[in-house]
Nanobody, 123 residues
Framework: QVHLVERGGGLVQAGGSLRLSCAVT????????MGWFRQAPGKEREFVAR????????GYADSVQGRFTVSRDNAQNTGYLQMNSLKPEDTAVYYC????????????????WGQGTQVTVSS
């Protein structure tokens, strides 16, 4: 059974940075594309970023473009989301997701999900 374990959330001041990691217990990690999503209180889950299986193709939500960077290390079976210039509106529970297929902006395309990690940005 494949598990996704996220780490790296926390409390940070506006303008600060955090790096989230998503460790995948899957020896064929390189066969999985990944997505990052977030859900703020009272709001629906929204797409944040995605990365292809090779890591060569990425995509971002307009709200994080230029501030967040998604990456992966297939040798370490781990994906990352580097978040810079954080804003209070970035406060949410962040989830990583994976699927055996092309990356997608749609959460429904992913069948593997992490437990989520809280990111809180204070003003």
């Amino acid at each position: 059974q494949v598990h996704l374990v996220e780490r790296g959330g926390g409390l940070v001041q506006a303008g600060g940075s955090l790096r989230l990691s998503c460790a995948v217990t899957e020896r064929t990690f390189s066969s999985l594309s990944m997505g990052w999503f977030r859900q703020a209180p009272g709001k629906e889950r929204e797409f944040v970023a995605r990365i292809s299986r090779s890591g060569k193709t990425t995509g971002y939500a307009d709200s994080v473009q230029g501030r967040f960077t998604v990456s992966r290390d297939n040798a370490q079976n781990t994906g990352y989301l580097q978040m810079n210039s954080l804003k209070p509106e970035d406060t949410a529970v962040y989830y990583c997701a994976a699927r055996n297929g092309p990356s997608s902006d749609s959460g429904s395309a992913y069948n593997l999900w992490g437990q989520g990690t809280q990111v809180t940005v204070s003003s």
